[in-house]
């Protein structure tokens, strides 16, 4: 193939490099499907695999002895109802946005760049959801009844509030998943059934065999794959705006000085994404380092991702200011002033300087193209802007909740040993998903690379 191996968009409008020249349609699949069939395991996947067990291991006593000594173990208190669980929770959900919007919207949209990295970032997407729906099980304190939030039948008459948003978190949390789920497994059947052609030992074989579901590769396979995708991108798109959207109301349809803004949805959509794209770099970027992927995830998708970070984190920075603005507006004596006042010069004003610097300053050298294009310099700001999103959580949860309408409601919220050990137990089990997707399952679409390789020969013979 000739240096000028790129891919167009169907339209023809733009140029979007998706791989780097020299691949033909066979050393495409060869490179990817070995990864799973071929390469052996490492020391460091090995170790590092060992390291997230751990970490879910330190998860499941956590938990474990939250259920034995209930939700006193942890820091919250009386105002500060809400703490790490609900924190982590709106954190886990933001990150998992991001691989609903490249899989479906930029499908939709008919944007190229998006095959490479499309498929772990729908992988980031379930691993996120998953982790964060072990904190609203175990933080209503009898989490061997919230069954109860689900409309069933009962003979106890004790039904769900349907006028409650944490009840609406239920069904919005769990239609994502299970559409998220649906639309990742359909992406994956034809490239199941190329490790199933692939394999050369028969427990792989067959169990990839059953995973594919009978995939041929006919045209009747095909015409109903892409009609079943496209509907799946298309119930996929409405659930980005509408799942974090939900999420915010937990807040904004409360009376609580911080949380009663009409902002927040748009603004906690905005985050969702800007935390998501900055988890999927960090998920890439040593990704194509370790296996080689840098001619398939080029410096042009890092690159798009960071636009997409520079994007939304300007709405975010929108959002930030808008609440000062409206606080101003209520006037000095308002309860609202008072709120903005105390995130700046209170007890906690260490956590929202920190918020501004990692989530507003520090993002702003994506300006500059070749910070854009450094992987190395992407990696760093993305680690930044990830610490400064969990940040403006525990901003909003922790500092709305801390300081009520009168002196005598006052109080301190500090996480305990318990609370740190359930956080940092579920950024194991996500890494360990992490590790065990990248060995098993093929972590770029194969089919989709292959299918843009002749389209980009035959437009530049």
């Known amino acids: 193939m000739s240096t000028q191996d790129i891919v167009l968009d169907r339209e023809g409008l733009a140029e979007v490099p998706v791989i780097e020249p020299g691949h033909t349609l066979a050393s495409v699949t060869e490179k990817i499907s070995d990864i799973v069939l071929v390469r052996p395991l490492s020391i460091g996947w090995v170790a590092g695999f060992l390291a997230c067990a751990s970490l879910v291991g330190v998860l499941g006593v956590a938990v474990g002895y939250l259920f034995y000594k209930g939700t006193g173990i942890w820091g919250i208190n009386i105002p500060v109802g809400w703490g790490f669980a609900i924190v982590n929770f709106v954190w886990w959900i933001g990150i998992g946005h991001a691989g609903t919007l490249i899989s479906a919207i ?27 729906g072990v904190f609203p099980l175990i933080h209503v304190g009898r989490p061997w009844l919230a069954y109860w939030l689900f409309p ?3 003979t106890m008459g004790v039904w769900p509030q349907f006028r409650s948003p944490l009840l609406w978190d239920v069904f919005a949390v769990s239609t994502y998943a299970t559409i998220s789920a649906v639309f990742w497994y359909t992406g994956l059947i034809p490239d199941l059934a190329t490790l199933r052609d692939r394999a050369t030992t028969p427990i792989p074989r067959f169990i990839y065999g059953a995973l594919a579901l009978g995939w041929r590769g006919e045209a009747r396979h095909w015409h109903r794959y892409e009609s079943a995708y496209l509907l799946l991108a298309g119930l996929s798109t409405p659930l980005v705006l509408s799942v974090h959207t939900v999420v915010s109301f937990d807040f904004a349809i409360s009376i609580m000085p911080g949380w009663h803004t009409t902002v927040f949805p ?23 380092a370790v296996y080689n992927l840098k001619d398939m995830i080029t410096e042009r998708h890092l690159e798009n991702a960071a636009k997409v970070m520079l994007a939304t984190g300007l709405i975010v920075a929108y959002g930030y200011i808008l609440e000062i603005y409206m606080a101003w507006y209520s006037g000095p004596k308002s309860i609202d002033w008072f709120t903005v006042h105390n995130r700046f010069f209170g007890p906690y004003a260490g956590p929202y300087w ?18 854009r294009r450094s992987p190395f310099l992407l990696f760093l700001i993305s680690l930044v802007v990830l610490a400064g999103m969990w940040l403006e959580r525990f901003v909003i949860v922790i500092l709305s909740l801390h300081r009520d309408f009168v002196p005598s409601s006052w109080g301190m919220y500090y996480p305990t040993k318990w609370d740190w050990a359930t956080y940092f137990g579920t950024i194991g089990l996500f890494l360990m998903l992490i590790f065990l997707f990248v060995r098993v399952l093929p972590m770029i679409s194969i089919f989709e690379i292959r299918m843009l390789l002749p389209e980009a020969e035959a437009k530049h013979k």
């Open 106 to 132: 930029l499908h939709l949209l008919r944007q190229s760049w998006r095959n490479s990295i499309n498929r772990f970032a729908e992988a980031m997407t379930l691993f996120a959801v998953m982790c964060a």
């Open 152 to 154: 069933i039948p009962n």
């Open 266 to 288: 748009p603004y906690f959509v905005a985050g969702a994404i800007y935390s998501g794209f900055a988890m999927v770099l960090i998920l890439a970027i040593p990704v194509r």
């Open 354 to 371: 920190a918020l501004w610097i990692c989530n507003i300053i520090i993002p702003q050298v994506l300006w500059i193209k070749s910070v």
